[in-house]
């Protein structure tokens, strides 16, 4: 199974940006697709983005469309979530987690890391 640890959260003012890293050990990196999402206090975990093993595809939350962008660096085994233009309600622990399918239903995913905080401010 392979192990994968965030970083790169924090408070940022809304409007704003963050870019958070998703590190994999442990695996295979190039054979997972990845996805990233959030859960909030009382909150269900919500999709964020999703990306394929190959980097080619790629699906977002309707609610991040255009302000969100996710990629991967298969040579570095990273995955990225580059976010602008925060609101109070991204405020969320945000999660990377890995799957064999591409998918926006976190059942699937097998792996996931710990979570890293992102606090949007007013």
């Known amino acids: 199974q392979v192990q994968l640890a965030e970083s790169g959260g924090g408070l940022v003012q809304a409007g704003g940006s963050l870019r958070l890293s998703c590190a994999a050990s442990g695996g295979i990196f190039s054979s997972y697709h990845m996805g990233w999402f959030r859960q909030a206090p009382g909150k269900e975990r919500e999709f964020v983005a999703a990306i394929s093993w190959s980097g080619t595809r790629t699906d977002y939350g309707d609610s991040m469309k255009g302000r969100f962008t996710i990629s991967r660096d298969n040579a570095k085994n990273t995955v990225y979530l580059q976010m602008h233009s925060l609101k109070p309600e991204d405020t969320a622990v945000y999660y990377c987690?890995?799957?064999?399918?591409?998918?926006?239903?976190?059942?699937?995913?097998?792996?996931w890391g710990q979570g890293t905080q992102v606090t949007v401010s007013l």
């Open positions: 987690a890995a799957s064999k399918l591409l998918s926006r239903v976190k059942d699937v995913y097998h792996s």
